[in-house]
Structure formats: structure tokens, C-alpha cells
């Protein structure tokens, strides 16, 4: 009995079983080997075994990104048809239109607010001031018989 690496070993098993895929059909390569490397293997056997698990990761998480992306048929705006789409939009424009609207008359109550607040200051009295000039600002209390 003769004594052979691990990495040997590996090696010529590796290339056994790729002469029998290629001998059993040429269009299949094999690309894991059929047998694991024992996790005590060190040297040049164990930096070709790290660098075929950082290859073999690196190729996962190809595949997890290539999952995320989206496919081409499927549609940016959720399940909304053309015709939905279409609807939204209209509606969306008429909410800002009557926005735009409101904002207009609103800016113009504020412009005559203005403007009759200029003309009550210049007049020397607002309709505030009469007000209090008007009432009292003290009133006697009335003595209350019962509840109160």
C-alpha cells in the first residue's frame, strides 16, 4: 500500500470524474466534485480548497443578486393596469388643479383682509378697538340667589 497526499488523491479523483462525464454525455461538465475535502487538510491542498469555497461563495451571491433584480415583465407601479394608471394620473391632476384654485382664493380673501385692515388703521379705529371701546371691561358681578 502506498502513501498519497489528500490533495492528490483529490486531484486524479476529480480528473477520473471528469473523463467519465465527458466519455457519458460531452455537453455535462461536472462542477462539484463528488467528494469533500476532510477539514484537516492544510498546505497547498487546503489554499486551493479556501479558494474554491471563496469561488463557490462569490457565485452564490452572484445568484442571490441576480434573484433581487426584478424581472422585465414584471410592472414599476405595482399591479395597476395601463387604464388604472391612466385614472390615477387624471385624478392626481384634478386634485391639483382644485389645489391651485383654492390657493388662488384663498391668497385673494388674504389681500382684502389686507387691504381693509390698511383702510381701518388709516381711519384711526379698527373694528377691534370699537369693540372694547364699546363693552366694559369690568361688570360688575350679580349676586346669584340658589345654584349657580
Known amino acids: 500500500m502506498t502513501a498519497v497526499?489528500?490533495?492528490?488523491a483529490r486531484q486524479a479523483?476529480?480528473?477520473?470524474q471528469q473523463l467519465a462525464a465527458e466519455a457519458h454525455d460531452p455537453t455535462e461538465t461536472v462542477t462539484e466534485p463528488a467528494v469533500q475535502p476532510q477539514p484537516g487538510d492544510t498546505g497547498e491542498d487546503g489554499a486551493r480548497e479556501?479558494?474554491?469555497r471563496e469561488r463557490r461563495l462569490a457565485e452564490s451571491q452572484r445568484?442571490?443578486?441576480?434573484?433581487?433584480?426584478?424581472?422585465?415583465?414584471?410592472r414599476p407601479y405595482g399591479k395597476r393596469s395601463d387604464a388604472?394608471?391612466?385614472?390615477?394620473?387624471?385624478?392626481?391632476?384634478?386634485?391639483?388643479?382644485?389645489?391651485?384654485?383654492?390657493a388662488r382664493r384663498t391668497a385673494e380673501e388674504a389681500r382684502l383682509l389686507e387691504e381693509r385692515l390698511a383702510q381701518e388703521k388709516a381711519?384711526?379705529?379698527?373694528?377691534?378697538?370699537a369693540v372694547a371701546a364699546s363693552e366694559p371691561v369690568f361688570k360688575p358681578s350679580v349676586r346669584c340667589r340658589?345654584?349657580?
Request: charged share 20%; proline share 8%.
Open 146 to 148: 340658589g345654584p349657580c
Open 84 to 102: 388604472g394608471l391612466v385614472r390615477a394620473i387624471g385624478v392626481a391632476q384634478e386634485a391639483g388643479t382644485l389645489a391651485e384654485h383654492s
Open 13 to 16: 479523483y476529480e480528473q477520473a
Open 63 to 74: 445568484q442571490r443578486e441576480m434573484a433581487a433584480v426584478p424581472p422585465w415583465k414584471s
Open 123 to 129: 381711519a384711526g379705529q379698527t373694528r377691534g378697538q
Open 5 to 8: 497526499s489528500p490533495g492528490l
Open 50 to 52: 479556501r479558494a474554491e
